[in-house]
T-cell receptor, first 114, second 113 residues
């Protein structure tokens, strides 16, 4: 089955700097890759996603890149702010009869230092 | 806004008890999911359902069962709770029909003593 690895497990950056989180997946049939942000004590929420027919997607300060050949995808946050501090989860959605299940990475705890 | 609610935020049960965790979504979503979240392990899929009365095993179904009698409600059942089932349990739902985004509930922190 699908296996998703995520690095680093913790990341500290100064406010205003960029942050990059990387994920790799194993199943070449995976075709959807979401990123979720979970603030302390709150539920995970989708912040950006990318489908396998696209190499890059951007939404204001957040971008995701996908390399299907290498089976890895990355989250880029520019001009980080204290409110970006959270745990970030990547996921891959392997194709099955339904095409809807996610396999999540273990998460990255991002701390933005003022 | 999609609203996914869970019956309890915190629950304490004894070993061997039968435990019911309930999840309700109000947006007529086709798909519903149960995950457990443990530090360093991310979110792991326990069971999912793509239709009423339909259920499929996820990655870690042992010790759990589910029920989906109505479209909006998905229940997770621990037949005989054990201490290794102490965890945060998250329910999620998605619209289906090509819309993959999953919306999560607030979670239930279950402690089994």
């Amino acid at each position: 089955g699908e296996n998703v690895e995520q690095h680093p497990s913790t990341l500290s950056v100064q406010e205003g700097d960029s942050a990059v989180i990387k994920c790799t997946y194993s199943d070449s049939a995976s075709n959807y890759f979401p990123w979720y942000k979970q603030e302390l004590g709150k539920r995970p929420q989708l912040i950006i996603d990318i489908r396998s027919n696209v190499g890059e997607k951007k939404d204001q300060r957040i971008a995701v890149t996908l390399n299907k050949t290498a089976k890895h995808f990355s989250l880029h946050i520019t001009e980080t702010q204290p409110e970006d501090s959270a745990v970030y989860f990547c996921a891959a959605s392997p194709y099955d009869n339904y095409g809807q299940n996610f396999v999540f990475g273990p998460g990255t705890r991002l701390s933005v230092l003022p | 806004d999609v609203k996914v609610t869970q019956s309890s935020r915190y629950l304490v049960k004894r070993t061997g008890e039968k435990v019911f965790l309930e999840c309700v979504q109000d947006m007529d979503h086709e798909n519903m999911f149960w995950y457990r979240q443990d530090p360093g392990l991310g979110l792991r899929l326990i069971y999912f359902s793509y239709d009423v009365k339909m259920k499929e095993k996820g990655d870690i179904p042992e010790g759990y069962s589910v029920s989906r009698e109505k479209k909006e409600r998905f229940s997770l059942i621990l037949e005989s709770a054990s201490t290794n089932q102490t965890s945060m349990y998250l329910c999620a739902s998605s619209l289906g029909q090509g819309a993959y985004e999953q919306y999560f509930g607030p979670g239930t922190r279950l402690t089994v003593t």
